[in-house]
């Protein structure tokens, strides 16, 4: 994602979702499904934060739990829990959620650019008395 507040400016919607008890987001032109946690075949010597490959529609999906990659302790997944998946550069990605949450329209005034660069936080949304962290995909799923 570009800058978030030419986000907000031009696009503007975000799929929201929750992973261990906080709110974040992807552009909604990057999601392209969200679907049921399927069978996943591991791999062997990737982060633990790769859980595998799964099949999606005839291709092979990398399947990456985003607790782990975020830093956050292992959880319990329920049957909320979903595989939102992506794309980015024409590659699609798995990324396990707790649960998703929402489809929102982000306004200019709503948002602020993260103090840390080049991370996978872009920048952070207020909205309906919740900080959502908008993630950038991109940074996210470099290994």
């Not at 507040?5 to 992973?19: C, D, M, N, R, Y």
């Not at 906080?22 to 982060?47: G, H, M």
């Not at 319990?76 to 550069?89: A, F, H, K, L």
């Amino acid at each position: 994602m570009a800058d978030i507040k030419e986000f907000a400016e031009h696009s503007g919607q975000a799929l929201t979702f929750i992973v261990g008890g906080e709110y974040y987001a992807f552009v909604i032109s990057e999601v392209t499904d969200i679907i049921e946690i399927p069978p996943v075949t591991l791999i062997p010597k990737t982060p633990d934060y790769v859980l595998g490959i799964m099949n999606h529609r005839g291709k092979a999906v990398p399947v990456m739990d985003l607790r782990l990659r975020l830093g956050l302790p292992e959880g319990e997944y329920d049957e909320r829990s979903c595989i939102i998946v992506t794309e980015i550069n024409s590659l699609p990605y798995g990324i396990k959620v707790d649960r998703v949450s929402d489809v929102i329209r982000v306004l200019p005034e709503q948002t602020a650019v993260s103090p840390a660069e080049n991370g996978v936080v872009s920048g952070f949304v207020t909205q309906d008395d919740k900080r959502i962290s908008m993630l950038n995909l991109d940074r996210l799923v470099r290994t």
